[in-house]
C-alpha cells in the first residue's frame, strides 16, 4: 500500500517547501525511542537516493521512504491537525499495535 496524505498535509508541507527551494519532498522515517520503541520521523529531502521509494501526492509533494522502513509505515496516511493552539502531524498507521501514553512512540 503507498504512503498517502491528506489534504492538510500535503498543504502544509507544500508550504513549507517554498521557504526550502532545494527540497521536493519529506522523507518518512522511523527511530527506536520511547516506551513502545518507534517514533515517527520527517525531514526535508533534496533528491531522493537511489533505493528510496518515492510516492506523489497532491500539490507536487513527494513521500520519501527508505525500504527497510517501508515494513513499519506501509498504508501509513500522514495527516495535519490544528486542535485548539496546537498543530501537529497525525500518523494513521494501520500497522500500529500500540502507543504510549504520551503518544510518542508506537510499536508494530
Do not use: W
Amino acid at each position: 500500500m503507498p504512503i498517502t496524505m491528506t489534504e492538510a498535509a500535503a498543504r502544509h508541507v507544500a508550504n513549507h517547501l517554498q521557504r526550502h527551494s532545494q527540497a521536493i519532498g519529506v522523507r518518512l522515517g522511523v527511530k527506536t525511542t520511547g516506551c513502545s520503541g518507534l517514533a515517527y520521523q520527517l525531514e526535508y529531502v533534496d533528491a531522493p537516493q537511489a533505493d528510496d521509494l518515492v510516492f506523489e501526492q497532491a500539490h507536487g509533494v513527494k513521500v520519501v521512504v527508505k525500504p527497510d522502513v517501508l515494513a513499519f509505515v506501509d498504508g501509513t496516511e500522514l495527516d495535519f491537525v490544528r486542535e485548539g493552539l496546537n498543530e501537529s502531524f497525525k500518523f494513521n498507521n494501520p500497522n500500529e499495535r500500540d502507543r504510549c501514553g504520551c503518544g510518542e512512540s508506537f510499536r508494530v
